[in-house]
Structures are given as C-alpha cells and as structure tokens.
C-alpha cells in the first residue's frame, strides 16, 4: 500500500505487473539532468535510464515535478527512474530561447494559483497567459492577488473588481503574507492529497505564502527592504511540500516569460465569452479584426466585451497557432514578415 504525497491508485494506477524490485516515488525537485524523490524511505536522489534520454522525443518524455515515477534504487543510496505513470495534469509553456519547444513546470496539479501583486506587477494580459497554460493543462486556477498591505482598501477593491471585470468565473483571493489578511481562505482551499501550485512572475511572494501556509521558513525568502516595501526575489529552487493536512505544493521558479506552446483548449476555457461570439460571426474563419458581420467586433462596439481583451485573445492565438505551425509554414511566415517590414522601410518617407 502506498500513501505519501497524494498517491492514489484510481488517479494512479501502477505497471501491473509491477516490475520486480522497483519502487514508486513522486519527483519533488528536478535539477539538470537529475531529481529529488520522495518514497516511503525518504528523500532520494535520482537519474534516468538510457532508454528515457534516447528514445524521447521530447521534453515530455522527462521526469517532472509532481510526476510518480517508477524506480530502481541502487546500491548507493541512488534510484534510476525507469518509468513516469501517465499524468493526470500538465503545466506547459515554450520553452524561453529561440528553439520553439515547449518546457513542462509541473505535473499532477489540481489546482493552480496564480499570484500577482498589485504594483508594477499587475497585468490583465500576463494573467489571461498564466489562465490560458493552467486549463490547458486540465488544471483549475484560483487567482491570488497578493500584497495587499501595500495598498488602501478601496485600491484592492478596485484591482479585484478589474479582475473580476475580465474573468467573471474564476476565484480571486486578495492576500497579504505580511499581514496573513485572506491566508484563512486560501488554507480552506488546501484539501488533503491534492496537488497545488503556485505561478506568477518572480518577487509576487509566491514563496512566502507558502511558507505562512507551512507556517515555518522552509524557503529562504530575502528580508522585505524598509525602503522600497517591495523585496527581492529570492527562491533559487523548486519544491514540492507536503502541509500537516497531507496537501501537496509546489512553488515554481519566478518566469520571465510564459510564452504559449500549443494552447488551443486553454484559449477556449480563458476567452470562452470570445468564443460563444464568435458562433455568430458572420464568416466561420472570421479572425475578428475586421469583416463585416463580425459579433466579436459587434460586442466590444455596445460594450459587452473589452477591446483590451479581445486584443490579447488575438495576440495569445497567434502565438499558439505559430507554435503549431510546422518548421516550413514558420519559416514563410518570417519570411513575409521580414518582406514586409524592408518594404515599410523603403516606402517611409525619408528626412530631409
Ligand atoms: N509588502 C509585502 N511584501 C511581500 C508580500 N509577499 C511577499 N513579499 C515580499 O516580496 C518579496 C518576494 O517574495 P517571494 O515570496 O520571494 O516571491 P516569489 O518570487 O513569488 O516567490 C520578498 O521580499 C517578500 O518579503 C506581501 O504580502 N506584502
Ligand atoms: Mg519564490
Ligand atoms: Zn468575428
């Protein structure tokens, strides 16, 4: 019987049947080419055998956070993973660089929360990518907007109403984890083995909510500058941690971008006012710029819809539709964007 870490065997099934001589864990740190894994002894160190690293195609194909693996422990207080168990979830996004490739964060999660502060970092666009990688990855989120403490109540109200004003079904949580303000709701959230994680752009204070909710410093989390009220980021890893009440959660590394892989089904679950719409759309391949008879248009022209966010559902699909390109249409579309920025460049008017 395995009960650690949320392990079930409905969501979960084991190889039947189980190898001889191996084990279950569940990933709770990746590092470059080796993991961190927690099983019923404890913490153990861990690499991939061959046939993982040569026969993937992908990034996939690797052992992630939250993933349960299937593993040999050698003689050196060592494992070799063999196997990942299917996933029941998976947090993607393009991989950062020039290759288009994709990059899992974790795996296995039920529920995502999606911090973001109200200074400098507030952004109704960089939320709709975070929601677009969660329900695209089958996860629900929960929106966290955190530090709190830095503002008047009236300008929390009113960030949370712009939320709201964008995402009418999702859950928002205003926090503080200087002043605890809204951690009750969010620890009333934490059901036993289940899996959590939390997204946002570095400095959000990701790592220090989750530290009130473990309620001890696990995670180093730089001092609070008296100066500027605002503090670094300072979380050099992942992790996976278990609270008392047997919930799982995984903190993620801050990220600068969060570029969208092929993310179609999440783009239907964020924009799906855009979506229901867009059935009325005069032109079934209507992109919703500019043909005429286009209830997209229509909604944002009587005030049903924000321009704001019909422009960024545009943007995100784009992104997702070129990642899904092949390497040839990708290459024509550059192509003709290159043409056609020489060409704006020859036409402008020169100084005189
Ligand atoms: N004023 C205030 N500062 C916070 C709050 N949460 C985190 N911080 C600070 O913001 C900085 C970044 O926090 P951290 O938890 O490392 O963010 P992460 O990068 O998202 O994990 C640290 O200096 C924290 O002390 C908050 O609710 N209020
Ligand atoms: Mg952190
Ligand atoms: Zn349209």
Same mark, same amino acid.
């Given at each position: #019987? ?7 065997d ?13 084990? %279950? ?12 894994? #927690?099983?019923?002894k404890?913490? !153990?160190?861990?690499?991939? *055998?061959? &046939?993982i690293?040569?026969?993937? @195609?992908?990034k996939e ?7 349960w693996?299937?593993?040999?422990i050698?003689?050196?207080n060592?494992?070799l ?10 947090? $993607? $996004? ?7 490739a994709e990059?899992? !964060? ?5 529920i ?30 929960i929106?966290?907007l955190?530090?709190t403490?830095?503002? *008047?109540?009236?300008?929390?109200? !009113?960030?949370?109403?712009?939320? &709201?004003?964008r995402?009418?079904g ?7 984890a200087?002043t605890e ?7 009333k959230?934490?059901?036993? /083995?289940?899996?959590?994680c ?11 909510? %989750?530290?009130?909710? !473990?309620?001890?410093?696990r995670q180093?989390?730089k001092?609070?500058s ?7 980021h300072? +979380?050099?890893?992942?992790e996976? %941690? ?5 919930s799982?959660l995984?903190? +993620?590394? /801050? ?9 179609d089904?999440?783009?239907?679950? *964020?924009?799906?006012?855009?979506i ?14 500019? @043909?005429?008879?286009?209830a997209?248009i ?9 321009v704001?966010?019909?422009?960024n559902?545009?943007r995100? &699909?784009?992104?997702?539709? =070129?990642?899904?390109m092949?390497t =040839?249409?990708r290459?024509?579309k ?6 056609m920025?020489?060409e ?5 008017? &020169?100084?005189?």
């Amino acid at each position: #019987m395995i009960s650690f870490l949320g392990y079930n065997d409905k969501d979960f099934p084991l190889p039947d049947p189980m190898p001889e001589g191996m084990l %279950i864990g569940r990933v709770v740190e990746e590092h470059r080419g080796h993991y961190f894994v #927690m099983y019923e002894k404890g913490l !153990i160190e861990a690499g991939v *055998t061959g &046939k993982i690293i040569h026969t993937s @195609e992908s990034k996939e194909a690797f052992p992630a956070v939250g993933d349960w693996v299937v593993m040999a422990i050698s003689d050196k207080n060592q494992a070799l993973i063999h196997d990942i168990l299917p996933r029941k979830t998976v947090l $993607r $996004r393009r991989a950062s660089g020039k290759i288009i490739a994709e990059q899992v !964060i974790a795996v296995n999660i039920d529920i995502a929360f999606v911090v973001m502060s109200g200074d400098e970092n507030f952004s109704l666009n960089r939320l709709e990518r975070y929601l677009t990688i969660i329900y695209n990855g089958g996860i629900i989120p929960i929106i966290i907007l955190n530090k709190t403490d830095l503002f *008047t109540k009236a300008e929390v109200d !009113i960030q949370v109403l712009e939320i &709201k004003k964008r995402h009418l079904g999702v859950t928002v949580v205003w926090t503080s984890a200087m002043t605890e303000e809204g951690l009750n709701f969010v620890h009333k959230t934490l059901l036993p /083995g289940k899996t959590y994680c939390f997204v946002g752009s570095s400095g959000v204070g990701k790592s220090s909510l %989750i530290n009130r909710l !473990i309620g001890e410093q696990r995670q180093y989390v730089k001092e609070i500058s008296a100066a500027t009220a605002k503090g670094q980021h300072a +979380t050099t890893y992942r992790e996976l %941690i278990e609270l008392d009440n047997g919930s799982l959660l995984i903190d +993620t590394p /801050g990220m600068r971008e969060v570029g969208l892989v092929a993310a179609d089904a999440g783009l239907e679950e *964020t924009f799906a006012d855009i979506i229901t719409l867009a059935q009325n759309c005069r032109f079934s391949d209507c992109t919703h710029s500019n @043909e005429p008879g286009c209830a997209v248009i229509a909604a944002c022209k009587a005030g049903n819809l924000q321009v704001e966010k019909l422009d960024n559902y545009l943007r995100l &699909k784009r992104e997702s539709d =070129y990642f899904q390109m092949d390497t =040839y249409e990708r290459r024509q579309k550059d192509k003709t964007f290159a043409k056609m920025v020489k060409e704006f460049k020859r036409n402008k008017p &020169k100084k005189t």
